[in-house]
Nanobody, 112 residues
Framework: QVQLVESGGGLVQPGGSLRLSCAASGRSFSSDAMGWYRQAPGKQRELVAGISSGGTTKYADSVKGRFTISRDNAKNTVYLQMNSLKPEDTAVYLC??????WGRGTQVTVSS
């Protein structure tokens, strides 16, 4: 059974940093694209960052230069390093594999 489990969320002040992790289990995902979405209250889910099996990355314009996605295929894990966080980054962050499998999400709150 495929499972994605996110961790690393929390409360951080504006300008701070967090590193999210998503551990996948059930099978190897080294050949699959993986990514992070976020959903804020009252808003649609949006793509934050994606990474292909070969390591090619893409980012939402709102996070370019601040967030970095990476993956460790040996650990079946994808990461999201978030720097210079802003209040508008507050959301539930969800991990996905090929937009077919989804984690339950981890809350990120940016507030002073």
């Amino acid at each position: 059974q495929v499972q994605l489990v996110e961790s690393g969320g929390g409360l951080v002040q504006p300008g701070g940093s967090l590193r999210l992790s998503c551990a996948a289990s059930g099978r190897s995902f080294s050949s699959d694209a993986m990514g992070w979405y976020r959903q804020a209250p009252g808003k649609q889910r949006e793509l934050v960052a994606g990474i292909s099996s070969g390591g090619t990355t893409k980012y939402a314009d709102s996070v370019k230069g601040r967030f970095t996605i990476s993956r460790d295929n040996a650990k079946n894990t994808v990461y999201l390093q978030m720097n210079s966080l802003k209040p508008e980054d507050t959301a539930v962050y969800l991990c996905t594999v090929r937009e077919m499998y989804w984690g339950r999400g981890t809350q990120v709150t940016v507030s002073s």
